[in-house]
């Protein structure tokens, strides 16, 4: 049960090791800030996840299982909320998408002078 147990964890850890890395080359790859931040909140959420509930199949205290799960909650419920804000942000602050993107839906919202 044991030796199962740490094979499960070390498969989790790489798998969101895997998911971390993906979202930082994107990071570093992908052409405009829109496109970098997708790629840091989506696949980097997942991997920070991924990473915390191997954290909780390797422990044996409720106590740091039950937190390692509010962590995984966490990140679920505030990384798309933060990276919509920060996209809204940006876009307000007048970086445009680039040529890449076919449709850019918030050009077509009237915004008032400041």
Excluded: W
């Excluded at 962590?71 to 679920?76: A, E, H, N, P, Y």
């Amino acid at each position: 049960m044991n030796a199962a147990v740490e094979i499960i964890t070390g498969i989790m850890l790489i798998v969101g090791a895997s998911f971390a890395l993906v979202a930082s080359i994107g990071i570093i790859r992908l052409k405009d800030v829109y496109m970098r931040m997708h790629a840091a909140s989506k696949a980097g959420t997942l991997g920070s996840g991924v990473m915390l509930l191997a954290l909780a199949v390797h422990a044996s205290d409720l106590a740091v299982v039950t937190r390692a799960i509010a962590g995984v909650v966490f990140f679920l419920l505030t990384a798309p909320i933060s990276a919509h804000l920060l996209a809204k942000a940006a876009y307000a602050a007048g970086y445009r998408p680039c040529a890449d993107t076919k449709v850019d839906a918030l050009a077509k919202i009237v915004r008032p002078k400041s």
